[in-house]
Nanobody, 122 residues
Framework: QVQLVESGGGLVQAGGSLRLSCAAS????????MGWFRQSPGKEREFVVA????????YYADSVKGRFTISRDNAKNTVYLQMSSLKPEETALYYC???????????????WGQGTQVTVSS
């Protein structure tokens, strides 16, 4: 069982940066792939990025490559999402999630946090 709590969301101007954190409980955190997703009102939940249990492998959605960076600290049971050059259309509720393999598919993630709101003003 893994419980996830996101933090770090907020209001930022277009072009700005934010760092999201996702704190996990449970002794098995370092065995899970961790992913970030986002969801805007009226839209489906969208894959953003995932990182392997070791941190050596990552997979980014094309829309965020070069602007977002995922990392994890297994000693702290935390995964991070550094976001830069943010755009207004990236306003969404950002979720972290845990899976047993790197995947972009929502239903293959077993555990989810409650989300943290990111609002990008134009």
């Amino acid at each position: 069982q893994v419980q996830l709590v996101e933090s770090g969301g907020g209001l930022v101007q277009a072009g700005g940066s934010l760092r999201l954190s996702c704190a996990a409980s449970g002794r098995t955190f370092n065995t899970y792939v961790m992913g970030w997703f986002r969801q805007s009102p009226g839209k489906e939940r969208e894959f953003v990025v995932a990182i392997s249990w070791s941190g050596r492998n990552t997979y980014y959605a094309d829309s965020v490559k070069g602007r977002f960076t995922i990392s994890r600290d297994n000693a702290k049971n935390t995964v991070y999402l550094q976001m830069s050059s943010l755009k207004p259309e990236e306003t969404a509720l950002y979720y972290c999630a845990a899976a047993v393999k790197i995947t972009t598919i929502v239903n293959e993630y077993s555990y989810w946090g409650q989300g943290t709101q990111v609002t990008v003003s134009s």
